[in-house]
């Protein structure tokens, strides 16, 4: 007679999730500061002569830009989030 498998309890890895709210705190803390940098780049930006130091800055520029616009929207996701959770 064969011997009887026993059934291996397999651990479950539940994936842990923030909360809410602390996600929104962190998507807006990201927001602001990538706001202030581009602020920044861009006052750099506009004040610089040397060609060198104005396509940095406008790269620069391009780049918080996006990252800024990436922060709003990730922001403005979980916005809606909260609300439809209500």
């Given at each position: 007679?064969p ?18 709210r ?17 602020i ?47």
């Open positions: 007679m011997k009887k498998r026993r059934a291996v309890r397999r651990v479950s890895r539940v994936a842990k999730t923030a909360p809410l602390s996600r929104i705190s962190l998507a807006w803390k990201n927001l602001l500061l990538f706001l202030v940098l581009f920044v780049s861009l006052i750099f930006y506009s004040n610089s002569s040397d060609s060198l130091i104005v396509n940095l800055f406008g790269l620069l520029l391009i780049i918080l830009g996006f990252l800024t616009l990436a922060f709003f929207i990730i922001l403005v996701i979980l916005i809606i989030l909260r609300s439809e959770k209500r």
